[in-house]
């Protein structure tokens, strides 16, 4: 597929999934388990234009949770298990498997930001002004 032959698609996937700097490739981008850290500590990209917001909640639901919810439910109507058997099996693993994929996502989000130089659409007047104010200082 051409999308993974594109170099500027690997770079966000690898840096994004595996938590590094846009920039540099080698710097850690969290600080924790999903907070951002303020800058890379290699490159010292300052990470304050990532804004990742509800993005790695929602792909986490419709690629994570939608389908394991379909499993839970084939589950369900295959073998008709007592209530307590997807308490024991079904939300366990959703919950696992939603909170896992968070990160990933975040990463790939804020990474996609960096490379793509991405701003709040209709802002651009007014990062122009910030920025021409910030280099009077």
Same mark, same amino acid.
């Given at each position: 597929?051409?999308m ?10 690898? =840096? *994004? ?7 540099c490739?080698? !710097?850690?981008? /969290? ?5 951002? %850290?303020?800058?890379?500590?290699? =490159? *010292?990209?300052?990470?304050s ?5 509800? !993005?790695?909640? /929602?792909?986490?639901?419709?690629i994570? %949770? ?51 130089k991405?701003i ?18």
């Amino acid at each position: 597929m051409a999308m993974f032959s594109n170099p500027k698609f690997r770079w966000i996937v690898e =840096c *994004g999934w595996k938590g590094l700097c846009p920039r540099c490739g080698k !710097g850690k981008m /969290f600080d924790g388990w999903l907070k951002l %850290a303020d800058k890379c500590d290699s =490159c *010292g990209l300052d990470y304050s234009f990532a804004n990742a917001d509800d !993005g790695p909640a /929602f792909f986490a639901l419709c690629i994570t %949770a939608f389908p394991l919810t379909f499993v839970a439910v084939w589950v369900q109507v295959a073998y008709d298990p007592p209530w307590w058997v997807h308490m024991l099996t079904s939300v366990p693993i959703l919950g696992v498997g939603c909170l896992a994929t968070l990160r990933p996502f975040k990463g790939w989000l804020v990474a996609s930001q960096y490379v793509n130089k991405a701003i709040e659409a209709g802002t651009e007047g007014l990062w122009a002004k910030l920025n021409a104010r910030e280099g009077e200082k």
